[in-house]
């Protein structure tokens, strides 16, 4: 008898530990946590007195954070969410951060924000989600994006009298402006390599903006630039010209100040440029690829030009008087579009519910999402509208039977492939393979989608979807891409 007391007091001992210790299972989806990490990959322009590199005339440099994370290997992935803030805690209230982008593809473990400020304080955190939209959190990791380089001049040469450039250039509009420093050189590329140039002034004084060169010789060529300085070591540079001075002390300078006029639209690029005094004229030079050599497509004696061009390209302006003209080109501008290589997939309405069907076009990158949701305002979506050609195609992100999103008109290539050269804007088609569409954006943007392939679902053959990727043009109003087909 007392044995048994014994055994059941064990028993009962046991039972009270076996209930008193704390889970060790997973209390969260069986899904791994990513480690994310960012860094700061764009171009701030900082570099020292003599350690020069070229910047973008028009430009302060690129602001880019890039997030990094390491893959999930569970089967039960379904997407990633990466998030960002101005202010800590994403994983606790993730409805005050911004969603960056909703990633499907398990093996893509990088993205590159190209929408941060500059001298900006971020953090970032990934959600990792299964098929039950169960998520969890990586860790947050923050950046501060550095100062901007100071706002770079046109430099441009007025006039030479036998051996005298008179020099001049736009002023730095910067409160935080130290000094130009102007370069001479009978090398061209000066802001590549300093050390074929002169440094002939430095000026100290933001409105103190000409300066005339006498030491200079005839029948030599000479190129100038002009670097712009900040306080805070940061430094950019100008275009650079070009100066040939013959025997008789004449010469036609570079046109200066080339840009593409916000007027521009359809297939008509509208020019404009610095305004040169004692010549007879312009020729405006275009080519479609950037290795390609110059034609004319321009003579005129005002300073502005439109070109009714068939695909996107570059362009640049020469001056001439009789038989002379400018020993090189002006600044270059280009209408080439953003070409967005990453690939994307959207599904049509009977793949899964939790597979993505709708898409929202990025100047940089594009974000799938889903279509039915009122949350998600799509460019287009995918559908299958009962087409014997097809099993689906593109939607209008504001056509039913999901018409929560933005208008979208879209056209088939056909065989012209640098512009939309028909009339016949749908906002309901079907979608094949190799299929070359535009698609004209409520933003008033264009872009241009290649159709790679219309592929079944692997979980549900009944529905299919449309693998693509796609040109944006930056120019608004603009509809010019390369001849690409592919």
Not at 321 to 350: F, L, R
Request: aromatic letters at 14%; proline letters at 5%.
């Amino acid at each position: 008898m007392k044995a048994g007391i014994f055994l059941s007091l064990i028993a009962a001992f046991v039972l009270v530990i076996s209930c008193g210790e704390e889970s060790t299972g997973p209390s969260g989806p069986g899904i791994t946590p990513s480690t994310l990490s960012v860094e700061f990959t764009g171009d701030s322009s900082k570099i020292g007195e003599d350690d020069t590199r070229a910047v973008d005339i028009n430009s302060k440099g690129s602001c880019e954070v890039t997030a990094s994370w390491t893959i999930c290997g569970e089967a039960a992935f379904k997407s990633y969410i990466l998030y960002r803030s101005e202010s800590p805690g994403i994983s606790s209230d993730p409805s005050a951060a911004t969603i960056l982008r909703v990633i499907s593809d398990v093996n893509e473990s990088e993205y590159v924000d190209s929408t941060v400020d500059w001298t900006t304080q971020y953090y970032y955190a990934l959600q990792t989600t299964d098929i039950n939209d169960n998520g969890v959190w990586s860790n947050e990791d923050s950046i501060s994006t550095p100062g901007t380089a100071p706002t770079a001049s046109i430099l441009s040469a007025d006039s030479v009298v036998s051996s005298v450039v008179d020099l001049y250039w736009s002023q730095c509009p910067d409160d935080d402006f130290d000094s130009y420093r102007l370069y001479r050189s009978q090398t061209p590329n000066i802001q590549n390599d300093t050390s074929y140039a002169e440094r002939i002034c430095t000026i100290s004084e933001a409105w103190d903006t000409t300066f005339t060169d006498d030491g200079v010789t005839p029948d030599f060529t000479y190129y100038y630039a002009l670097m712009t300085a900040n306080n805070k070591d940061m430094f950019s540079w100008s275009n650079e010209i070009t100066v040939y001075i013959d025997s008789t002390g004449g010469v036609l300078p570079d046109v200066t100040g080339l840009a593409i006029d916000p007027a521009s639209a359809g297939r008509d690029v509208v020019l404009s440029w610095t305004a040169m005094t004692e010549i007879d004229g312009y020729k405006v030079w275009f080519k479609a690829i950037s290795g390609a050599d110059w034609a004319e497509v321009g003579d005129v004696t005002t300073n502005g030009f439109t070109h009714t061009a068939s695909s996107a390209g570059y362009y640049a302006v020469t001056a001439y008087k009789g038989t002379s003209s400018s020993a090189g080109y002006s600044n270059e501008v280009s209408t080439m579009p953003n070409q967005i290589i990453t690939t994307y997939t959207i599904w049509d309405n009977h793949a899964p519910a939790y597979e993505h069907s709708g898409f929202i076009f990025g100047a940089t990158s594009g974000q799938t999402g889903l279509a039915p949701s009122t949350s998600f305002n799509q460019d287009i979506y995918c559908y299958d509208g009962g087409w014997p050609q097809s099993p689906c195609g593109f939607y209008s992100g504001d056509n039913g039977p999901f018409g929560n999103g933005n208008h979208t008109d879209m056209m088939d290539a056909g065989n012209v492939y640098g512009y939309p050269a028909g009339t016949n804007w749908w906002v309901t088609g079907y979608i094949i393979p190799g299929d070359v569409i535009f698609c004209g954006l409520s933003n008033g943007h264009y872009v241009k989608v290649y159709v790679q392939s219309v592929p079944e679902h692997p979980a549900q053959p009944a529905a299919h979807g449309v693998v693509f990727y796609y040109d944006y043009q930056t120019i608004e109003g603009l509809y010019l891409f390369t001849n690409e087909s592919n």
